[in-house]
C-alpha cells in the first residue's frame, strides 16, 4: 500500500488493509463524498449494511445524518479523500475513498478490538475481495447516471 495512502487512516497499527483501484475516466468530476455515497449508500446498500452491522456488529448512524456517510462517521476529510469509521465490540474500521484524475480507490483498514474480531474479519475477507471491485464499478456507474440526467 501506498505511504500516501497509509498515512490517510488514523489507526496506527491496523491488523487488515487493502486499496482498491478503479481506472475511471472523469473521476475526479465528482467529490471523495459523492464517491462514497454512491459506492456505500446506493451501491452497497441494504446488503453492505446487514454485513456492517449483523456480521461486524458496527454501530452505525440509523438514518442520514450529516457528518455521516452510510451510516459511518466522517472522521477526516481533504481536497481529494475521506475517511469514514466505524466501531463495534470485535474491530474498529475505516473506509478512506481517494480520487484523483482518472482514478477512485477505496481502502479498508480494521484493528481488532477482540480475538473474535480477528476470526469473524478472516472469514469475511474473501467475501470482501470479491465484492469491493464491484461496488466501485457501481458506484461510478450511479455517479455517470446522476450526471448524465
Excluded: N
Amino acid at each position: 500500500m501506498p505511504d500516501a495512502v497509509r498515512r490517510l487512516s488514523t489507526l496506527a497499527e491496523p491488523d487488515y488493509a487493502d486499496l482498491f483501484t478503479l481506472t475511471a475516466a472523469g473521476a475526479a468530476a465528482r467529490s471523495p463524498e459523492q464517491w462514497a455515497c454512491a459506492v456505500l449508500e446506493d451501491a452497497a446498500g441494504w446488503q453492505g449494511q446487514f454485513v456492517w452491522r449483523g456480521i461486524l456488529g458496527l454501530r452505525l448512524q440509523g438514518r442520514p445524518t450529516p457528518g455521516c456517510v452510510a451510516g459511518w462517521e466522517i472522521d477526516g476529510r481533504g481536497d481529494d479523500w475521506i475517511r469514514l469509521e466505524a466501531h463495534s465490540r470485535m474491530i474498529t474500521g475505516q473506509l478512506v475513498l481517494r480520487v484523483e484524475e482518472g482514478q477512485a480507490s477505496l481502502s479498508t483498514f480494521i484493528r481488532y478490538r477482540k480475538p473474535s474480531g480477528a476470526r469473524v474479519w478472516t472469514r469475511l475477507t474473501p467475501l470482501h475481495h470479491k465484492l469491493v471491485p464491484g461496488l466501485l464499478r457501481d458506484g461510478h456507474r450511479i455517479l455517470q447516471e446522476a450526471a448524465a440526467a
